[in-house]
């Protein structure tokens, strides 16, 4: 097995710091590669589900982005409470 130095430092640190085999660095690149596949799956997947949801509802996007923002930024519940205010109509007819 061939090691590969990352670093050449004369304080050498312990050894599992500063050196890879060549079979590390192709374990990496393999596993990396799968994550990044099934996060382009999921994103594709919620761009399929959210094209879907919003040909059944005509939820206004104006509101939907709001509430996306309110959602991510973890905004104050007043604000959610608004913008459910300004949506429920819509589902609650």
Same mark, same amino acid.
Do not use: C, G, H
């Given at each position: *097995? ?10 050498? /640190? ?7 085999? *060549?079979?590390?660095? !192709?374990?990496?690149? !393999? /596993? +990396?590669?799968? +994550? ?6 999921? /994103? ?12 059944? !509802? ?10 996306? &923002?309110?959602? &991510? /930024?973890?905004?104050? *519940?007043?604000?959610? #409470?608004?913008?459910?205010? #300004?949506?429920?109509? *819509?589902?609650?007819?």
């Amino acid at each position: *097995m061939t090691v590969v130095r990352i670093f050449n430092d004369s304080d050498e /640190q312990s050894d599992e710091n500063t050196t890879w085999s *060549m079979e590390d660095v !192709k374990e990496y690149v !393999k /596993q +990396y590669l799968v +994550y990044d596949l099934q996060i382009k799956d999921l /994103q594709d997947s919620r761009r399929e589900w959210s094209a879907d949801f919003l040909k059944k !509802k005509s939820i206004p996007k104006k509101e939907l982005t709001q509430a996306l &923002r309110a959602a &991510r /930024q973890e905004l104050d *519940m007043d604000v959610v #409470n608004e913008i459910f205010n #300004n949506i429920s109509d *819509m589902f609650f007819e």
